[in-house]
């Protein structure tokens, strides 16, 4: 048996182990009765899967289907009350981009001054969300990218792990239980336009490069479509729950080659920049819900330090704004991600001089 032969069968046999693993997780999830068990049930049986040295990376084209059936079915929950809502957001933005850089600067000076760590790792692992952006950044640095990426993977997972039952007490303590949100009725005509406009704008945001593109457009599509009443059905369960499931599998797949002890070993430091990232951007919220008398559980949404995919996904299911949810991450990512190159770029000229510095030390 050839070597690529038998790394596409290792492939396999992982993929198959997660998925098993994930549906029992959002069986398990179900029996507890848990909120969103399809989605939190997945993400809690990938990461053990992860962590036990499992590939639990699902492939590309099943992470584009997930993403699309997913914005669509987000879109589906914006109604045409949401126009009176808008003309706040730019004032929301604005107190979010101040609950950001707070949660950064906190982080930042734990992991800085609390922890010793180096300036360009404790500055990358504080920026919340862009992953890929500030990995690309961070490495043209000498942080330590093992570091930046499993603090910035666990923040993601302690997220979601936190938003869902504190969603569920502000939503009614479960109401939501562990079911799909129902659709409405319609009919054939109605689907295949709702599909047919949202492969549109989900392509046109793919190849744009727009954040989270796939679902990002679908999302915009449907949004429209549902927002003008031109359709009011949504998606059949038959396909919100495998696109749900196969979410959990992607969030909890950001752990997938992270070697356990590492893991154990940046736990602590990892709790700490999650818990003073909620308090940045909590006490934003907590301005936004008091002085421009926004919802709380959209806020606490919208807010939050990360995964706009996964939070967009857990407004349709808590049945909350999606629109502004996805709106506000759409912001904090461009934002961030136009600011890491400048930062990546004032790094590398401090540690330049600081190796000019400690070469010419033995002459001085």
């Not at 093992?146 to 009614?172: D, H, K, N, T, W």
């Amino acid at each position: 048996m050839t070597g690529d032969r038998r790394a596409a069968l290792l492939r396999s046999r992982d993929l198959a182990i997660t998925v098993a693993a994930a549906l029992l997780g959002g069986l398990a999830a179900v029996a507890l009765s848990l909120p969103v068990a399809w989605l939190l049930g997945p993400v809690v049986a990938t990461t053990i899967c992860s962590l036990a040295g499992l590939d639990t990376r699902p492939p590309e084209f099943l992470k584009t289907f997930a993403f699309f059936v997913l914005g669509v079915q987000a879109g589906s929950g914006v109604s045409p009350e949401v126009a009176s809502q808008i003309a706040l957001w730019p004032l929301s933005f604005l107190i979010q981009l101040v609950g950001v850089l707070l949660a950064v600067v906190l982080c930042y000076a734990y992991l800085r001054r609390a922890l010793g760590w180096d300036h360009a790792s404790s500055l990358f692992a504080s920026l919340p969300g862009a992953l890929s952006f500030v990995v690309a950044a961070a490495s043209e640095t000498k942080a330590d990218m093992g570091r930046v990426v499993i603090i910035q993977s666990i923040r993601l997972l302690m997220l979601i792990a936190a938003l869902v039952p504190l969603l569920g007490a502000l939503e009614g303590g479960g109401t939501m239980g562990s079911l799909i949100r129902p659709g409405g009725e319609g009919g054939l005509f109605d689907y295949g336009l709702m599909f047919a406009g949202c492969a549109v704008t989900a392509f046109l945001a793919a190849r744009l490069n727009v954040p989270g593109g796939m679902m990002l457009g679908a999302l915009i599509g449907s949004a429209v479509l549902h927002g003008a009443n031109v359709v009011t059905v949504s998606l059949p369960a038959f396909l919100a729950l495998p696109s749900l499931v196969l979410l959990g599998i992607i969030v909890g797949a950001r752990l997938s080659g992270i070697d356990a002890k590492a893991f154990g070993r940046l736990l602590v430091p990892s709790l700490g920049c999650f818990a003073l990232s909620l308090l940045g951007t909590g006490l934003a919220g907590i301005a936004a819900v008091v002085f421009v008398d926004l919802p709380a559980p959209n806020v606490a949404l919208a807010y939050a330090p990360g995964a706009l995919e996964a939070l967009t996904v857990l407004a349709f299911q808590f049945d909350i704004d999606p629109a502004y949810v996805a709106a506000h991450h759409v912001v904090r990512f461009f934002v961030i991600a136009m600011a890491v190159p400048f930062l990546a770029k004032r790094v590398s000229r401090r540690e330049a001089r600081d190796d000019r510095r400690t070469a010419g030390a033995p002459g001085e």
